[in-house]
């Protein structure tokens, strides 16, 4: 698994854990750090990274203020599946997208 994420002007550190609490992932904002359950499936284990990313967006870009507690759980894992779903469902368009996203002066 990737060990760390570029998440606005922030790098996070990636970690996969014993315990990630009652959680399959956390996402601490101060330490910038994500830690994912290991024991979870490859699959699920990605996932929640996305889940985690998105929190992590969230807080990032000031959104997270608009939440409060589960509120901004129920957003993030519509955000989450959803957006997994966009990109699994449409895989062209996913490369288009980072192709195009990174492409300079196009
Ligand atoms: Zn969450």
Do not use: D, F, P, W
């Given at each position: 698994?990737?060990?760390?994420?570029k998440i606005a002007a922030s790098s996070y550190t990636v970690s996969e854990v014993a315990?990630?609490?009652a959680d399959f992932g956390t996402c601490d904002h101060i330490m910038r750090h994500i830690?994912?359950?290991?024991?979870?499936?490859?699959?699920d284990?990605?996932?929640?990274?996305?889940?985690?990313?998105?929190?992590?967006?969230?807080?990032?870009?000031g959104i997270s203020q608009y939440f409060a507690g589960e509120a901004e759980e129920l957003v993030v894992r519509s955000l989450e599946v959803g957006v997994a779903n966009l990109f699994t469902e449409n895989k062209a368009f996913a490369r288009e997208l980072i192709q195009a996203l990174t492409e300079r002066g196009k």
């Open positions: 698994m990737i060990k760390s994420l315990n990630a609490g830690r994912i359950k290991k024991t979870l499936s490859k699959r284990r990605h996932m929640t990274l996305l889940h985690e990313a998105i929190h992590a967006v969230c807080q990032e870009y």
